[in-house]
């Protein structure tokens, strides 16, 4: 499973970058299979966050009182047709 998720990981990181361009990242940090196992609170490096699908933040800085205030601020266009995609975040 862990070797699966590399490749995922890897798979991601082309596709973010453009078939034909060159990804940018100068300080990439490798993600360990003890990170996969217990991920940061801020960091959601596996679908539902958690590799048994909690898919709960326990983070507290966004709540009930200052949920309203959040905007929109980055997105990405997609094609026309199927689409069904899960943010990934580490470090």
């Given amino acids: 499973m862990t070797s699966r ?3 995922a990981a890897g798979l991601a990181a082309v596709l ?4 034909t361009g060159t990804a940018q990242i100068t300080n990439f940090t490798p993600v360990t299979d003890e990170i996969l196992r217990n991920p940061k609170p801020e960091d959601w490096i596996h679908w539902r ?10 983070l507290e800085e966004i709540n009930t009182e200052n949920v309203r205030n959040l905007r929109l601020v980055w997105s990405w266009a997609l094609e026309d047709g199927s689409q069904q995609t899960t943010p990934l975040v580490y470090n």
Wanted: aromatic share 12%; charged share 20%.
């Fill in 5 to 7: 998720l590399r490749v």
């Fill in 16 to 19: 973010a970058a453009g078939v």
């Fill in 49 to 58: 966050r958690t590799p048994d699908a909690w898919g709960y933040s326990p």
